[in-house]
């Protein structure tokens, strides 16, 4: 653990830069790693940076870790990301918002790069590239299964990680609540599109995060080849059935 996590909490608001804003449910195996990663991210932005931990039905001990990392947390009972996401964003102090999953570690880069791009008045926000934590050719071949239907229908965006402005996030209203799978896809074109009314660009933070293969590791790397109707209901985005399997099965995590 860090001993300069670089995290605040209960400070006042022209304190707070950076709101960064995690899901977690049953995430013991891999928060503590996320929440470092953010640590070394913040050492730029000593008492500026807020990291708010949203609880989801945990049984575990992600809290215990979450609050040993001096993090904001509440309690939310939702199967849906998007109300998990905006639970925390509406208590978000911070001017520029940031949202990370759980499994997933930034890199040292994130922050600074998000403030140069949202600073230099050219984007409205945007997501981050990276890479997996270990490649396969079923991995390669899955990826591929689900982001070109996703391509087709959303456009060229990038997820993973998403930042702008708080004030931006609410213009678009946050994530779309009616949506239980790709509202992040949805998300990053509703923020594109708000860009392109103001004149501004989505942009993407090449190399900004690394994440984890648990779901590969739970279900094999050829998964969706093996299930195709998964992507159906990514592109649809409202299966309680597929998304409680993608997202809320503790078996895979």
Known sequence: MSENKGF???GSEKDVKFSVIIPAHNEEKYI??????????????????????VLNR????????????????????DKNLSKIR???????KGEILVTIDADTRMTEHLLTEVEKNLTSNQYIGGGVNGNFERVSLGIIVS????????????GFISVGIFWCYKKDFQAIKGFNENMLMAEDADFAKRLKQWGKTNGKKYGTVKNGMITSCRRFDHYGDWVLLKRPGMILAYLKGNNDKAANEAYYDDQAR
């Open 86 to 92: 905006n639970a925390g964003a509406a208590l978000a």
């Open 58 to 77: 945990c049984t575990d001990r992600t809290e215990e870790i979450a609050k040993s990392y001096n993090c904001v947390t509440l309690e939310n009972n």
């Open 32 to 53: 503590g790693e996320c929440l470092e990663s953010i640590a070394k991210a913040a050492q730029p932005y000593k008492n500026q940076v807020e990291v708010i931990v």
């Open 8 to 10: 605040i909490r209960d």
């Open 143 to 154: 990826t591929l299964l689900l982001i070109v239907p996703i391509l087709f229908k959303y």
